[in-house]
């Protein structure tokens, strides 16, 4: 009865190595199953690769497009070496392999001509890059213009911008596999146009938001070609967002016809410094910043000056602008100055950014600062980039010639050829300054005629506009300026620039010079601010030279000003203290009348928008106000981060399947200080769970449990998640922690850090 007793041992055997075949062939399918959730798939590599170069796109309408060889080479560089690495490294490796690929590409980019061979770095090749990276960062932030050329160190700077964006994608989108902040981060380059108040085409956004629904769909596209199933359903929702992105242009209202007052990003940032610009847009409203001391001066004869930043001498197709700079050194710096009663006036300025500094209208000459030069071509004192201006003093000199009438009579307005020219576009403008002209009239004469009549009768001076042409009502800036003569209502640049195509009209030389008016008076001077900046024509005449003929209503510059019939007045800000090292000198009771208007040129980028005082009906937001709002905002956005981060990824693990599910339970083991190795089985975390509750597995967990393992072995249809059972289990795991590893769980999720501890089978 004994001898069948030695034969049971070697049956059980049997089963018990089936049993530990399975094991370990449900531990390989795991793992299998792991590495390719937790990797992007073929579509979803492309659609990353493709994300940062698609929302560059957007910058179109800042940077000339030149930039997208050498940037797109650069990202998809950093994309391909990261693709590269990850075939034989872990995923973080990975990206910073790639970041050495974009650092050799950068230093390649911005430092080549230190570098051996033009790519291999050395130290020279490091500083030679990071000041050249500084000086296009510095070229793009305080550009006078857009577009931007996208050459020299603006080029390296984007190049450098492509590097980093893909970066952060494959940072995100890979190693951390949260695609979705990947997009977020990518798309940062659309708030450029709106830093430059760039009416920029909706176009423009069609790409990246193509290619984030492309991001976003990839995933579900890769795991249904995987199994082998159709992915048209994925693919046809990219094709709906490509539809809507590329339908919004047709459909969505220019920026300008946006009735709502809302605050624009000069509102909320303002900058400390600001930026002088002397480029005019007829068809755009007045942007009229708070005021900001530009600088202080005195004169030799006591008396307040105009001054002169830059003149506009050429009529191009939608308004005047300035010709290519010129250097030189004259004898007399605006021609014909030399005519009149001398002065002389010290300047002593604040911390701005512009591109030339102040100097009588009619300068003689000038005491040259050092990093400025004489502008020939625009009678400019022009400054060289990055220049600091914070307490810089210089002397100039000049003449006044502010009575029209005393203009020297039988002259005309010779030698200036190139000022008489009018575009197409302003021919009609220019035939209203011929016909109020004859034939007889000397240059005199047909100054005071132009001037009559931009000054006879009822002319508004408003900084909102209704005009012809504005907006996108299918004009040009001639066009706005032909909608100015007849409705007389507009500012500074509308005035000046009609004064100046109705005296070409008229047959008499003239151009657009942008300034600032005298500014209020101050113990031992006067101070002007960003808000005496204005514009106005000046005619030459033999004899005389160039004069300022002023038109605007109230802009109280002297004998020259016109006296309109009536006129609605902008209230003169008195100067503020700046930031800047300059002084700040105190206003005596004999300042200027504040309630004398002081129409402005275009300030920008503009510290703040605004109608003006006593203008427009909308209430006004106080930028500081909303800034400290949003400052609050932005720090209580920034702790509950993780909390956000932590919550999107158990919503994308849920939708997974029982997979993602088993996985959030790992997550929330994660959360608690319980890391399971990548090679861990669904029985493992079982038992980690059953560990953690010291109570057996609840039938809600053997649901998620068993539902895991189907789906692992299983190639049929998957099972929907079980939700509920998972916030269970969850639930329970979290009660058996003490409050403030709740709370940690809660603000600071470990699980965001890491889901598994590495074992050897998993390395490499």
Known sequence: MSAPAPARPAAASAPDASRAELRAGRRAAGRERRRRLDRAGVVETIALALLPLAWLWATRSVIEPDWLAQAGFAALGVALAAWLARQVLPTFAATVAAAVVGLVIVLATAGAEEAILGIVPTPASFELAMTTLADGVEDIAWALQTPIPAEGPVLAAVVAAAVVLALHVDLLGHALRVPAVAILFAAAPAALPLAFRVDAPTWDLVPGAVASALV??????????????????????????????????????????????????????????????????????????????????????????????????????EGFVSVPPESGTPDVLVEGAEQGAPMQMTIRMSDVRAESLPVPDRATGAQVPEGATWDVAN?????????????????????????????????????????????????????????????????????????????????????????????????????????????????????????????????????????????????????????????????????????????TPGAGTGSVSPEGAEVTPSATPTPTP??????????????????????????????????????????????????????????????????????????????????????????????????LPASATAGDVAEAIERRTGEPLTPAAERVKLAAERAAFDEGPRERAHDGDVQGVREALLDTAPPWRRALVLLLPPSLLGVVARDRDDEG
Request: aromatic letters at 6%; a negative charge; glycine letters at 14%.
């Open 578 to 675: 700046d930031e800047s090292e300059g002084p700040t000198p105190t206003p005596t009771p004999g300042a200027s009348d504040p309630a004398e208007p002081t129409p402005s040129a275009s300030v920008g980028p503009s510290p703040g928008t605004g109608d003006g005082p006593g203008q427009g009906p909308g209430a006004r937001i106080d930028p500081e106000a909303l800034l400290s709002l949003l400052a609050g905002l932005g720090v209580i956005a920034l702790l509950l981060l993780p909390w956000g981060l932590r919550t999107a990824l158990r919503a994308l693990r849920l939708r997974r399947g029982p997979p993602g599910a088993w996985d959030e339970l790992r997550a929330t083991l994660a959360d608690l200080g319980v890391r």
């Open 216 to 317: 976003l769909a990839a995933p579900a596209i890769d795991e249904r070609l995987d199994l082998g199933r159709g992915a048209l359903r994925a693919v046809a929702l990219v094709v709906a967002a490509a539809a809507a992105a590329s339908v919004l242009p047709l459909v969505a209202p220019s920026p300008r016809e946006v009735a709502l007052d809302l605050p624009t990003v000069d509102d909320l940032f303002r900058p400390v410094t600001p930026v002088l610009r002397t480029d005019i847009d007829l068809g755009d409203e007045l942007r009229r910043p708070e005021a900001r001391p530009v600088f202080t001066y005195s004169t030799t004869d006591g008396e307040p000056i105009a001054t002169r930043l830059m003149t506009l001498p050429l009529a191009g197709g």
């Open 379 to 551: 009678d400019a004192l022009r400054l060289a980039n990055g220049t600091e201006t914070a307490g810089l003093e210089y002397e100039a000199s000049g003449s006044r010639f502010d009575d029209l009438q005393a203009l020297p009579a039988g002259t005309g307005s010779t030698g200036h050829d190139e000022e008489l020219a009018l575009p197409e576009g302003a021919a009609g403008i220019g035939a209203r300054g011929a016909a109020l002209v004859s034939e007889g009239m000397d240059a005199r004469d047909r100054v005071l005629a132009v001037r009559g009549f931009m000054t006879d009768g009822l002319w508004n001076y408003s900084e909102q506009l209704d005009l012809p042409g504005f907006a996108g009502a299918g004009g040009d800036g001639w066009g706005a300026l032909e909608g100015f003569l007849e409705t007389r209502s507009g500012y500074c640049v509308h005035y000046a620039s009609a004064t100046t195509a109705l005296l070409r009209g008229a047959g008499v030389a003239s151009r657009v010079v942008v300034g600032f008016l005298p500014g209020a008076e101050i113990s031992g001077g006067w101070a002007v601010s960003t808000n005496e900046m204005h514009a106005w024509a000046e005619a030459w005449v033999d004899g005389a030279g160039w004069v300022r003929v002023e038109t």
